[in-house]
T-cell receptor
Framework: AQSVTQLGSHVSVSEGALVLLRCNYS??????LFWYVQYPNQGLQLLLKYTSAATLVKGINGFEAEFKKSETSFHLTKPSAHMSDAAEYFC???????????FGTGTRLTIIP | EAGVAQSPRYKIIEKRQSVAFWCNPI?????LYWYQQILGQGPKLLIQFQNNGVVDDSQLPKDRFSAERLKGVDSTLKIQPAKLEDSAVYLC??????????????FGPGTRLTVL
């Protein structure tokens, strides 16, 4: 069975500062990994995905994530935070051939002006 | 292209009442998912349809929850009778085809259910 752990349910950063949201996964086979963003009262939007191609994945809105097999991690970063980045972020994992997503508990990102 | 549509957006009911949620996936998407998102938690898959057949309903509480996808398009999720712990956001998602390398799931805005 696969699972993900998101460290830090709340993260606050100043506008213009580095954003780092942590995600560690557990999977018996090579996984597919995802980051989703959820704005208030909205559904989930895919930020980026890792599907066993390049280990450094670039997504929308300036976000990127690096797949590190040795650390079983897939942390999300953005060099410079913007006020519009305030939202909840979910890391998720799935296995090839079955798109069932297993989500982490989420990290709420607050941007300080 | 139109996204995944869900209705109603909000619903408040008393415990032991019944409730139904509706989902219209993106046109042409064969796979449809229902997720339950309890406050403070990540979404949890309740049921996955491929066309009008069930692929995975292992986490669906079948004593009170039911879902159907008639004609392989729209889907309805029903709770009867509702319990307090069913208060959550119910998300519907769709993807174009299962069983290939990867297909992105597109999510609807969700239905927020409050059980009093």
């Amino acid at each position: 069975a696969q699972s993900v752990t998101q460290l830090g349910s709340h993260v606050s950063v100043s506008e213009g500062a580095l954003v780092l949201l942590r995600c560690n996964y557990s999977s018996s086979v090579p996984p597919y990994l995802f980051w989703y963003v959820q704005y208030p009262n909205q559904g989930l939007q895919l930020l980026l995905k890792y599907t066993s191609a390049a280990t450094l994945v670039k997504g929308i809105n300036g976000f990127e994530a690096e797949f590190k097999k040795s650390e079983t991690s897939f942390h999300l970063t953005k060099p410079s935070a913007h006020m519009s980045d305030a939202a909840e972020y979910f890391c998720a994992v799935s296995l090839f051939g079955n798109e069932k997503l297993t989500f982490g508990t989420g990290t709420r990102l607050t941007i300080i002006p | 292209e139109a996204g995944v549509a869900q209705s109603p957006r909000y619903k408040i009911i008393e415990k032991r009442q019944s409730v139904a949620f509706w989902c219209n996936p993106i046109s042409g998407h064969a796979t449809l998912y229902w997720y339950q998102q309890i406050l403070g938690q990540g979404p949890k898959l309740l049921i996955q349809f491929q066309n009008n057949g069930v692929v995975d309903d292992s986490q669906l509480p079948k004593d009170r929850f039911s879902a159907e996808r008639l004609k392989g398009v729209d889907s309805t999720l029903k709770i009867q009778p509702a319990k307090l712990e069913d208060s959550a956001v119910y998300l519907c998602a769709s993807s174009s085809q299962a069983g290939v390398r990867y297909n992105e799931q597109f999510f609807g805005p969700g239905t927020r259910l409050t059980v009093l």
